[in-house]
């Protein structure tokens, strides 16, 4: 039942987006991808599961956890000017799981996990 309240509520932001992108105030889609409805929930179970300790521990990674979408967006941005769309998101992903990546190693070397 989780998974399913999770894939409809990613459904809903994703049919927002496609509307929103659509307007005239297409640049608000990218705050509705920033909307958290599938962390809402996450933390929830996570907190009724495993309590109060780990939902802070996992909002520190999460904080931190924007500097490679913040980075995706830097390198989308950027290789949009010189490539089309498939190509420049081809490109931001791989500087995403780089960063992502370099992330995860230091969490995990900081022995939070």
């Known amino acids: 039942m989780n998974l399913l309240i999770k894939c409809i509520v990613?459904?809903?932001?994703?049919?927002a987006v496609h509307f929103i992108?659509?307007?005239?105030?297409?640049?608000?889609?990218g705050l509705?991808?920033?909307?958290?409805g599938l962390s809402i929930l996450a933390y929830y179970f996570?907190?009724?599961?495993?309590?109060?300790?780990?939902v802070r521990v996992t909002t520190h990674f999460a904080m931190l956890s924007a500097i490679p979408f913040v980075?995706?967006?830097f390198a989308l941005?950027?290789?949009?000017k010189k490539y089309d769309i498939f190509n420049s998101i081809l490109i931001s992903s791989?500087?995403?799981i780089v960063f992502s990546s370099i992330l995860i190693i230091i969490w995990k070397?900081?022995?939070?996990?």
């Not at 992108?21 to 889609?29: C, G």
């Not at 509705?32 to 958290?36: E, N, Y």
């Not at 996570?46 to 309590?51: F, R, T, V």
């Not at 941005?77 to 949009?80: C, I, M, R, S, V």
């Open 10 to 15: 990613a459904v809903i932001i994703m049919i």
């Open 21 to 29: 992108s659509k307007s005239h105030n297409y640049y608000i889609a």
């Open 32 to 36: 509705v991808l920033s909307f958290p």
């Open 46 to 54: 996570m907190y009724k599961e495993q309590g109060a300790s780990k």
């Open 71 to 73: 980075m995706f967006l």
């Open 77 to 80: 941005n950027y290789a949009l």
């Open 94 to 96: 791989i500087v995403w």
């Open 109 to 113: 070397n900081l022995n939070i996990v």
